[in-house]
């Protein structure tokens, strides 16, 4: 069993940055991907950005190219999304994740943190 811890998240104005994090426990991730998603009130979990624990491929949506970076630092099992220029539309919960092949996909997705809210406001 895996646990995931997120923190970070908060009130910041457009244009803003945050760093939110994810600390792992329990059992060895070294194959797995981890996930960032989020979700806005109303709407679906979607798809934020994902790295490989071991080998460091990131993969990213479109709408947070270029503003947002996903990293891991193995040493303190932590996964970290940076997240700058952010825009109202980025508001929302946002949740850690582990899967065991890389996806876009929430189902693929087998364990999963508590979330953390992100407000920007405009």
């Known amino acids: 069993q895996v646990q995931l811890v997120e923190s970070g998240g908060g009130l910041v104005q457009a244009g803003g940055s945050l760093r939110l994090s994810c600390v792992v426990s329990?059992?060895?991730?070294?194959?797995?991907?981890m996930g960032w998603f989020r979700q806005a009130p109303g709407k679906a979990r979607v798809f934020v950005a994902a790295?490989?624990?071991?080998?460091?491929?990131?993969y990213y949506a479109d709408s947070v190219k270029g503003r947002f970076t996903i990293s891991r630092d193995n040493a303190k099992n932590t996964v970290y999304l940076q997240m700058n220029s952010l825009k109202p539309e980025d508001t929302a919960v946002y949740y850690c994740?582990?899967?065991?092949?890389?996806?876009?996909?929430?189902?693929?997705?087998?364990?999963w943190g508590q979330g953390t809210q992100v407000t920007v406001s405009s």
């Open positions: 994740a582990a899967s065991p092949g890389f996806s876009y996909t929430v189902s693929t997705y087998d364990s």
């Open positions: 329990g059992r060895t991730l070294s194959s797995y991907y």
């Open positions: 790295i490989r624990w071991s080998g460091g491929n990131t």
